[in-house]
């Protein structure tokens, strides 16, 4: 029989990576029909191709590379992925939760290892430092579910930082004071070095970032600028003494409010991660484990069982402690234990410092016992984490469903239209149809192109496909379905409004018009008879910056328009923007709309940050223009002609926009009004919509009069 053991660890480059996609590939498929975390069975993947099970590969640098990236990939994603605003909001909760889950497990660990194990004191702080911090390797399965902004999973992520970073102090103090370097010295300089980190990335970043994403837009340059803000922030971090982890958490933080959850960047960043990196991570942790070690005798399964054990039990304590403390459902305990039970990487990192550092008495602080500990810890908590964070997650789910304030509206008419002519206009119209879409419906978004069927029609066609393709492409790279459609017509209008009653739309966002000389119209050709013709919600939009890096919506406001069919409508969609791109709200009009707008964020978006200033009359609406910076967008609430919500001051808004805000960004709201198609006539409708009303004429005839005395 031959002998093909001299085969294996394999060798070869291209096998190596071929083996490690076989088991991103099938671990999952797997998992899935045990029902057991795809996360674990990326572990035992690990194990049973490890040296330690049928050695066929070895745990090289490539592990060790990707493995790390991985990693600082988790925590960067942690980050990126945090309700700031329910941060700044629960504060208190994040420091009591951090504290308890490092405090418990600390002082408990302690004691375990000077009464129990019989450890010296340092052996036992070390042994303390890794039981106190954890690991979020259960981060994918939330993402999975999409339950990255739920409140317990935002505390736990918080808390985690919290806890690493505590014990990564006291590790270095280990460390100091093991090398002699302990002293006021080394504190200073320690202290001022993170601090001289954090104050210098919250400072330095941002403003780069804004400048890079204005200044560029290919989706590759994109990427790579934020990986290289990434791991520039581990490499400083870990120049400062503190672990990469706690730069790519600080990266995630930082860059949070320039890359929406729902933007193509953020979804090419998920993507590469989920599907390479991290399991990388989790397959080089695996490698580490050594089952074998559970048959070594007594003294090494006491070792385990006391580390497995009061690991898992201080960890639980205090999230439970903490839960009943802020009086949260016990669900949301179950998330803070999951989330905050597996150690993994920097557990191993914190043992190869010990196992390299000497007692006074000339012996290892750790030995092969605490090692062998350590490693199954890592895979018996994993294995706890993923189970408990995966079942939790379920049961959020049906919770929400089951006893969800807002009943589920089968009947939601939500399709949005994007009549799109200019190619410049493609990328900021899809943008901004998914950052408004209902993730709920998680509906596609419609494309259309119209042309002049004249003597030019098969150039101008054939460019609109190349500007509707560009924008499927844009939709695609964020996971949203776009059907488009190139059409020709007499009238571009009229293959607007054909096209809308054909897809059966609920609104359209689209461009303003491009003006090419001094003579042409603020308007256009088209846009007004869309604006007159149909009743439903039309916005026009001119947006000169990038979305991700709007820091305010201004909203004005005119009077009675609470009673337009179509109030909530807009409200909703600006709510979902400044929600996706974590930005304020300042809504200028008066205050009984005000009212009813606070209402109706507090209790559908009360993450959204909405405040209000009193704007009296509508002709104060040129005094706005000192508030609105570039980085802000102006949303004017306009009516049509004859409706509740008009005025004769709206003649004058092309004028005002041109001349006070013609810089900024922009967007025009026209509501749903009258609630059914004008063509439908009732009696209560109005059977003709005259350009001014009676009183207007009455009131210049007087002027005139008035002028000629």
């Known amino acids: 029989m031959p002998d093909i053991t001299r085969y294996f660890p394999i060798t070869d480059p291209t096998l190596i990576f071929f083996v490690v996609l076989s088991i991103i590939l099938f671990a999952p498929i797997v998992m899935s029909r045990l029902r057991i975390p795809h996360i674990i069975g990326m572990v035992l993947a690990g194990i049973v191709v490890g040296r330690y099970g049928l050695n066929i590969l070895e745990r090289d640098s490539s592990f060790e590379l990707f493995g790390k990236v991985g990693l600082l990939y988790i925590m960067f994603l942690a980050g990126l992925e945090m309700n700031l605003t329910n941060l700044r909001k629960r504060k208190r909760q994040f420091l009591v939760f951090g504290l308890l889950t490092f405090v418990i497990p600390f002082v408990l660990s302690y004691f375990v290892g000077l009464s129990l194990l019989g450890y010296s004191e340092i052996t036992s702080l070390l042994l303390a430092c890794i039981l106190s911090s954890n690991t979020l390797i259960a981060y994918p399965i939330v993402c999975k579910f999409g339950l990255q902004r739920h409140s317990s999973v935002t505390l736990s992520v918080g808390s985690s930082m919290i806890a690493l970073t505590l014990s990564l102090l006291i590790l270095a103090a280990i460390v100091g004071s ?76 930082i860059l949070n409010r320039y890359i929406p959850s729902v933007s193509p960047l953020m979804n090419r960043i998920e993507f590469i991660g989920n599907a390479l990196f991290i399991p990388y991570f989790l397959i080089g942790v695996g490698m580490l484990i050594d089952i074998s070690v559970l048959f070594h005798g007594y003294d090494t399964l006491w070792v385990i069982f006391c580390i497995v054990f009061f690991a898992t039990v201080s960890k639980a304590l205090a999230a439970y402690i903490s839960c009943f403390v802020f009086k949260a459902p016990w669900l949301s305990g179950h998330m803070m234990f999951g989330l905050t039970e597996a150690h993994a990487a920097g557990g191993i990192a914190m043992t190869m410092v010990g196992m390299k550092m000497l007692q006074p008495d000339g012996t290892y602080v750790f030995d092969a016992n605490v090692l062998n500990g350590v490693v199954m810890m890592i895979l018996f908590t994993c294995i706890i984490s993923s189970i408990v964070v995966e079942n939790t997650c379920q049961a959020i789910l049906l919770k929400e469903r089951l006893y969800s304030a807002e009943p589920e509206r089968q009947a939601d008419d939500e399709k949005i239209l994007l009549p799109i002519q200019h190619d410049e206009d493609a990328d900021t119209l899809v943008n901004l149809a998914i950052l408004m879409r209902s993730k709920r419906l998680n509906r596609g978004l419609i494309g259309l192109n119209v042309v002049y069927d004249d003597i030019n029609s098969n150039r101008n066609r054939k460019e609109g496909r190349n500007i509707l393709e560009r924008a499927m492409a844009t939709a695609i790279s964020a996971d949203v379905r776009m059907q488009t459609q190139s059409r020709l017509s007499t009238n571009i209008a009229n293959g607007i409004k054909h096209a809308f009653k054909e897809f059966d739309a609920s609104e359209i966002i689209m461009g303003l018009h491009h003006r090419t000389s001094p003579n042409d119209t603020f308007w256009g050709a088209y846009t007004p008879s869309l604006i007159s013709e149909i009743n439903r919600q039309i916005m026009i939009c001119r947006v000169r910056k990038p979305l991700s890096t709007l820091r305010r919506i201004h909203v004005a406001v005119p009077s009675r328009v609470e009673f337009e069919p179509g109030f909530y409508r807009w409200v909703e969609h600006l709510a979902r923007i400044a929600d996706n791109l974590g930005c304020r709200m300042v809504f200028h009009g008066r205050m009984k709309a005000w009212e009813l707008i606070e209402c109706f964020i507090h209790n559908r978006h009360p993450e959204v940050r909405a405040e209000f200033k009193e704007m009296v009359h509508w002709k104060e609406l040129p005094t706005l223009a000192a508030d609105i910076h570039d980085d802000h967008l102006l949303v004017v609430i306009t009516a049509r002609n004859g409706t509740v919500s008009y005025k004769p001051a709206f003649e004058r808004l092309p004028l005002e926009l041109t001349e006070y805000f013609a810089e900024c960004n922009l967007m025009i709201v026209y509501p749903d009004q009258h609630g059914q198609p004008q063509d439908v006539m009732t009696f209560t409708a109005p059977q003709r919509q005259d350009g001014e009303s009676a009183y207007t004429a009455v009131l210049k005839w007087i002027n005139g009069f008035r002028n000629k005395i």
């Not at 006021?184 to 210098?200: P, S």
């Open 178 to 253: 093991a090398s002699g370097e302990g002293g006021i010295t080394f504190w200073v300089v320690f202290i001022v070095k993170v601090l001289a980190f954090c104050a210098g990335s919250s400072y330095v970043i941002p403003r780069l970032t804004r400048w890079f994403f204005n200044h560029y837009s290919d989706s590759v340059m994109l990427y790579i600028y934020i990986m290289c803000i990434l791991f520039l922030s581990a490499a400083v971090s870990e120049f400062c003494g503190l672990e990469g982890i706690f730069g790519a958490f600080m990266a995630g933080l």
